[in-house]
């Protein structure tokens, strides 16, 4: 069956990069598409970008500047980084399947938590 | 970007049927999605394309619309329905709502 499973550093230092990892199984990323989605204590989600299974990839604008990414198909992973973090980028963080079609989220993670502070 | 404006909460009681409003800054057509996320767990999708039923998700959830204005509706409502409910478009990039929570008295 399809799993994805983040992972990564609990804690990150203010202006400090972050790195995630996804890593996917019963799905191929040749022919899926995934998204990082992130959601702050208490609030709402944010789809933060996508690595489509061309490779080519899509970001919101408001964090654009900061966030790239990436992924290893040999691996089954995808990859995220954003530089410049901010106490108001602790949040929970998913990756999700992205449909290429009409852009739904079918399978998710169960997130990994990440706070920003000193 | 697109912004989908969602009422912030609902509080109804068991049995009773509660719509779950979603409105689009801008037409999507019908590419709306809903999903229900209950605390400490990720969001499960419930409804795709405005209007289909997820594989397995019970048939008392439905959803209508399209354009601007959609709707997510339970009938009966049961108490573990307690979760909150995101919009979701994929007309223009992937933009969530805000989100209303559903409490069940």
């Known amino acids: 069956q399809v799993q994805l499973k983040e992972s990564g550093p609990g804690l990150v230092q203010p202006s400090q990069t972050l790195s995630l990892t996804c890593t996917v199984s019963?799905?191929?990323?040749?022919?899926?598409?995934v998204s990082w989605i992130r959601q702050p204590p208490g609030k709402g989600l944010e789809w933060m970008g996508v690595i489509w299974s061309n490779g080519g990839t899509d970001y919101n604008s408001a964090i654009k500047s900061r966030l790239s990414i990436s992924r290893d198909t040999s691996k089954s992973q995808v990859f995220l980084k954003m530089n410049s973090l901010q106490t108001e980028d602790t949040a929970m963080y998913f990756c999700?399947?992205?449909?290429?079609?009409?852009?739904?989220?079918?399978?998710w993670g169960q997130g990994v938590m990440v706070t920003v502070s000193s | 970007d697109t912004v989908l404006t969602q009422s912030p909460a609902l509080a109804v009681s068991p049995g009773e049927r509660v719509t779950i409003s979603c409105r689009a800054s801008?037409?999507?057509?019908?590419?709306m999605h809903w999903y229900q996320q209950k605390p400490g767990q990720q969001p499960k999708l419930l409804i795709y394309l405005a209007s289909h039923l997820e594989s397995g998700v019970p048939a008392r959830f439905s959803g209508s619309g399209s354009g601007t204005d959609f709707t997510l509706t339970i009938d009966p409502v049961e108490a573990d329905d307690t979760a909150t409910y995101y919009c979701?478009?994929?007309?223009?990039?992937?933009?969530f709502g805000s989100g209303t929570k559903l409490e069940i008295k």
């Open positions: 979701q478009q994929s007309w223009n990039d992937l933009t």
């Open positions: 019963g799905l191929s990323l040749t022919s899926n598409s």
């Open positions: 999700a399947r992205t449909g290429v079609y009409y852009g739904l989220f079918r399978y």
């Open positions: 801008e037409s999507v057509s019908t590419l």
